[in-house]
């Protein structure tokens, strides 16, 4: 037993961890993790304080941010002349309004920023309060930005700071300069606050008694969702692998495997029937397995990448091998399960294991020098705090995990339901992808922070440092063809992020950009109004382009994205269809058991 198990175990004070460090004798290795436990447990009381945020990283950045901009004369001095025309600006405009009150506004909000399009604010003074809002929003942002010598990402940090900060005072979030909220006051007599405070106090119980969103009971996996018809024909610890029932007489004879990412349920690829795409697939006569991952909790801390590629990718495979021997399989990855799908595929190509037919990546990075707004969380400081607190409790919390996306969307995410909830006293409607994104998971001590730190920080993937059985997983050795997604509003996976598979394969690389983000973009099913998309295939033979020469040269379709990679899946399947395979295979072991989606979805 290790001295940090010791001390984890009795809510440890200064004095366990002397007596843990005598109960190990002199041993030099003993006091160096005893005093390494004592770091961690400090960090790890902090962090109810601070939302998980190191206070080291943010100290760093606003430091670096400050002292550079005390040493700016230059840029001080722009600041006081943006200041000055920004406020000649402001007041030339309600000059113009008293003498014509159509006066076109003398800016307009970011574009996503809907805050200020209703009627109502375009009337005075509300009017006046949204201009007054934006400029002062727009200056902060020259504030934080171009200060000369700040780190790259200490300037992102601070203008994110920034941005949430002034987020919070924007007129509205306040009932008295929010023209549409006093309009429904009005309307109402006042009882939109009333149903307001009741939404409030709702909310409020659910959190405190770790109930789910309000709404979320109406989407319950296998009655409203994950609804498609198959069976779980294999366990381990990690995940269940659900096949599939067939639809069709004839089937195609490679099937395909879905791998997503453990951060949240699967079943975001089969939600109603109308947008699953499981069932789409079904339906187009492939035979389907997706894997469902496991919950962890705190007896499964040490559980690293390699344990997920081996008892996630790797046992699918060889359970499929089973079931339908003789088949080479498409490997299809979503998000983080993307990139693990191209780990494995990256390692099975150096060990000559060719029983990939091809590999799609669904808004999956293998690049991780541009991973998007996520890295405003990420840095050497930021992840040995949340080391600290994993060891802790040896997961990283779904509240956490959630707080963080939830704080990248801040305006879309929280004020606006805020607004609505709260102040209108109306409930934001629940639909069955909100309802997907409140069902979280947590991921185990070992397995996140060797992904931040191996893949985030160290980049070691695309580099060819990414080892795997002592030898490099490098993507250049995949030679089977790339089907590649990227979203337009993706800020989880940047789509030139994604489209950098590009400059890492030898391989053919059809590669699409969608409309959407990364969840609404992915499930995008044939006949959902107002989708289009890109697609483009470079030979491995090809000139390499660009992201912004791609996106200049690919000509945009309306439309579904999926019907392009069902045919793609087809062209790349062997010509002549087959009886579809039986549910599961019980003389090699991989007999049929429950219906799916299972029991690990059901994990809280």
């Not at 060891?391 to 607004?419: E, H, K, P, T």
């Not at 979203?487 to 030139?496: F, I, L, S, Y």
Request: negative net charge; contains cysteine; aromatic residues 10%.
């Amino acid at each position: 037993m290790s001295t940090a198990s010791v001390i984890r175990a009795g809510n440890p004070s200064l004095s366990n961890i002397e007596t843990a460090i005598e109960a190990f004798g002199p041993d030099e290795g003993s006091e160096a993790e005893a005093f390494e436990a004592l770091t961690r447990m400090s960090e790890a009381m902090i962090a109810p304080l601070t939302g998980g945020l190191s206070p080291s990283a943010i100290s760093l950045a606003i430091y670096d941010w400050a002292i550079h901009l005390g040493m700016a004369p230059g840029k001080r001095l722009e600041l006081v002349q943006k200041a000055l025309r920004k406020s000649n600006r402001l007041l030339t405009h309600l000059a113009a309004t008293v003498a014509d009150p159509m006066t076109p506004p003398c800016i307009e909000p970011l574009p996503g920023d809907d805050r200020f399009t209703a009627e109502e604010w375009q009337h005075f003074p509300y009017n006046a309060m949204a201009q007054c809002f934006l400029l002062n929003q727009q200056w902060w942002h020259n504030v934080t930005r171009d200060v000369p010598g700040v780190t790259p990402h200490h300037e992102d940090v601070i203008s994110f700071a920034a941005r949430q900060i002034l987020d919070v005072f924007s007129p509205s979030n306040f009932p008295l300069t929010n023209p549409v909220v006093m309009k429904r006051a009005f309307e109402t007599g006042g009882m939109n606050f009333i149903e307001g405070f009741r939404n409030f106090i709702e909310d409020a119980n659910r959190e405190l008694t770790k109930q789910p969103v309000a709404g979320t009971e109406d989407f319950i996996p296998g009655e409203t969702v994950a609804t498609t018809p198959g069976r779980v024909v294999y366990r381990n610890r990690l995940i269940e692998l659900i096949q599939y029932s067939p639809v069709t007489e004839t089937v195609h004879a490679e099937p395909v495997l879905i791998v997503p990412a453990w951060i949240m349920k699967y079943y975001i690829l089969d939600l109603s029937p109308q947008n699953s795409l499981i069932r789409y697939l079904v339906a187009q006569g492939h035979t389907v397995f997706c894997i469902s991952w496991h919950n962890p909790t705190a007896i499964d801390r040490e559980l690293g990448m390699d344990d997920y590629r081996r008892l996630g990718v790797m046992a699918a495979l060889d359970a499929i091998n089973a079931i339908v021997p003789g088949s080479k399989v498409h490997a299809t990855g979503y998000c983080l399960g993307g990139t693990l799908v191209s780990i494995a595929a990256a390692a099975m190509a150096r060990a000559k294991d060719d029983r990939l037919a091809s590999v799609s990546l669904f808004a999956a990075q293998t690049d991780f020098s541009e991973p998007g707004e996520l890295a405003l969380f990420i840095d050497h400081s930021q992840l040995h705090f949340l080391e600290s607190v994993m060891w802790n409790r040896g997961y990283l919390s779904a509240d956490q995990m959630a707080g963080a996306f939830q704080l990248l969307r801040s305006n879309d995410l929280i004020w606006s339901r805020v607004v609505r909830d709260y102040m209108m006293g109306e409930r934001s409607p629940m639909i069955d992808l909100m309802a997907w994104n409140a069902d979280t998971t947590r991921m185990p001590f070992r397995m996140h922070a060797e992904y931040l730190q191996r893949l985030y920080l160290d980049n070691e993937l695309a580099a060819g440092r990414f080892m795997v059985d002592d030898h490099p997983a490098a993507l250049q050795n995949i030679r089977v063809p790339v089907f590649s997604v990227g979203t337009e509003r993706d800020h989880v996976a940047p789509w030139k992020s994604v489209y950098k598979i590009h400059y890492l394969t030898d391989t053919d690389v059809t590669f699409v950009l969608t409309s959407g983000g990364h969840n609404a973009g992915i499930v995008s099913e044939p006949g959902h109004p107002h989708r289009h998309y890109r697609i483009t295939t470079k030979l491995a033979v090809d000139p390499c382009l660009s992201a912004e020469e791609w996106a200049a040269d690919a000509p945009a379709q309306e439309g579904s994205w999926w019907t392009q990679w069902s045919a793609w899946l087809a062209e790349h399947s062997s010509p002549e269809k087959v009886i579809p395979p039986p549910m599961g295979s019980s003389e090699n072991g991989y007999g049929a058991k429950e219906a799916a989606p299972g029991t690990y979805v059901h994990q809280k």
